[in-house]
């Protein structure tokens, strides 16, 4: 049986953690595959039952991460953000999913190595707690 890799969406602000993604590409500084990007305006536009789709369609964890707090491109997005994601931490187990799942993080332009690092830690971490929903699994 092969080991378990875990499958992990993460919405990223297009102005803040896509580019600093970017950054860590063009950098030339390496992170776990196992990860999906989706680009996303900003964190204030990450509707939940975005969070809530991508673990019934086999996630096995999601990261939502943008602007620090004050550096938001749409003033307040990413402190809404940080409201929905406390609360789906509080629906999600409900679904049977663990909320360490679900993180959220701020991430910079400029800061592309802390791009990479957090990856690597989100996909360690993920590991370890295993298949998210063992009947679904996404394909990345
Ligand atoms: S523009 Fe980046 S979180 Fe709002």
């Known amino acids: 049986m092969d080991p378990f890799e875990p499958a992990i969406i993460a919405f990223v602000c297009n102005w803040c ?44 964890g999601v990261l939502i991460s943008g602007c620090h707090p004050g550096d938001c491109h749409y003033i307040n997005g990413n402190y809404k953000a940080r409201r929905r994601v406390k609360l789906l931490k509080e629906i999600l187990p409900r679904f049977g999913i663990d909320s360490r799942r679900l993180r959220l993080t701020w991430i910079g332009a400029s800061d592309g190595i802390q791009f990479a690092g957090i990856m690597g830690d989100l996909v360690a971490q993920t590991r ?6 063992p009947d679904l699994k996404m394909v990345i």
């Open 17 to 60: 953690t896509y580019t600093a993604a970017d950054l860590a590409g063009t950098s030339r500084l390496s992170y776990p595959k196992n990860i999906r990007l989706i680009r996303v305006m900003c964190t204030g536009m990450v509707d939940p039952q975005y969070v809530i789709k991508a673990f019934l369609e086999g996630a096995d």
């Open 128 to 133: 370890e707690l295993g298949p998210a929903l």
